[in-house]
């Protein structure tokens, strides 16, 4: 149970948000809402209320998100967050499902990452960079037969992605199809709400018969790895519904936004194309640019002083990852994109325990899929104009929901 908010004297409740800043500037898909830049120029920890009429905080400044992220007295379960987005689902979160490392603390969080965490090595990653070579290359290949005009989202920046977590997690290549339709009609704003429920209530029975599958018969992949461990069959399928979607919705929304954003930006997309020497720090450059996934939420365990604010027990904290990513504290000339940045520190994976698992794979994925689009389609342009590219604004992921891209000679 939530603990009631106490209290708080005139100082603590002075300034008060009354709802989240979501509006992205007009014309500007790329930008976080102004709002939130102003709140960090003022205080970078502020008092905010909540949709459920909870008084908690938002946190936006770099240093006060990473303290926070890295504070073991701030907790991850949902059950004791409010939810500070208008209009969500549940009022109160439930609990985190079985193998949802985002939502649960140690020392069940320190068992399911210990498991993982040797799965995920950058020399593992790594080793894996010939076959998402591979993947993009025949997707692209594909791309070429159909000619113009495609969708990315649909003909490149999921499959690839999907593909990937199909390989590491052992799914047979004759449901590859089948899994991969499940997960895009999850996110396809064209899907009804009806359509949604039950192509992610397929997947997760999916997970499940995969992985029990894989105790009757292991073979080479994370999921069989993960037999001869002591997770139940519960587990086990959580885990690996957990590992499908932290690897693929995020993924492939990286891909194709940075794609937009480099379409955008011609002289940042004319370097990545000059050769591979800048593709590590475009990548890098991106996530912190567009910090797709932009707000998370955590709780307090107790009374924790923090900006010489009081953050008291019970308390939800919204932190802003996309107005972090854009302190000008931490990074000069943060609304730029500049694929020459070193953008090291920036928080787009998140910091400490939770800190993004496979952010190694995520980082092969997109060094390999971006360079080889823009080598494969040097004239690679948009084929509507940006402002009719439809935006993930109501997702927590942000990104494209298609991307209508053209090449060759421009029509006379």
Known sequence: MRQETPAHSAEQTAQVVQELPTARPAGCPFDPPAALAELREQQPLVRMRYPDGHLGWLATGHSTVRAIAADPRFSSRYELMHSPFAGAEFTELPPAPVGDLTGIDPPGHTRYRRLLAGKFT?????????????????HLDAMERHGPVVDLVEAYAHPVPALMICEL?????????????????????????????AA??????????????????????????LTTTDLTDAELAGLGGFLLAAGLDTTANMIGLGTFALLSHPGQA??????????????????????????????ALEDVELDGRLIKAGESVTVSI??????????????TLDLHRRATGHLAFGHGIHQCL????????MRVALQALFTRFPDLRLAVPPGEVPLRTEANIYGVHRLPVTWGEEPV
């Open 358 to 365: 496979g952010q190694q794979l995520a980082r092969v994925e």
């Open 270 to 299: 004319a370097a990545l194309r000059a050769g591979p020497a800048l593709a590590d720090s475009a990548v890098e450059e991106l996530l912190r640019y567009l910090s797709i996934a932009h707000t998370g939420v955590r709780a």
């Open 200 to 225: 992610l209530t397929g997947l997760g029975e999916f997970v499940h018969e995969l992985a029990l599958a894989k105790r009757a018969a292991p073979t080479e992949d994370i999921l069989s790895d």
């Open 322 to 335: 996309q107005a972090a990513n854009r302190d000008p504290a931490r990074f000069t000339d943060p609304g």
């Open 169 to 197: 997690l052992g799914v047979p290549e004759a449901d590859r199809e089948v899994f991969a339709w499940r997960a895009a009609a999850i996110s396809d704003p064209d899907s009804t709400l009806e359509q949604r429920i």
């Open 122 to 138: 950058v020399r593992r990653m790594r080793e894996l960079t010939a076959r998402v070579e591979q993947i993009a290359a025949e």
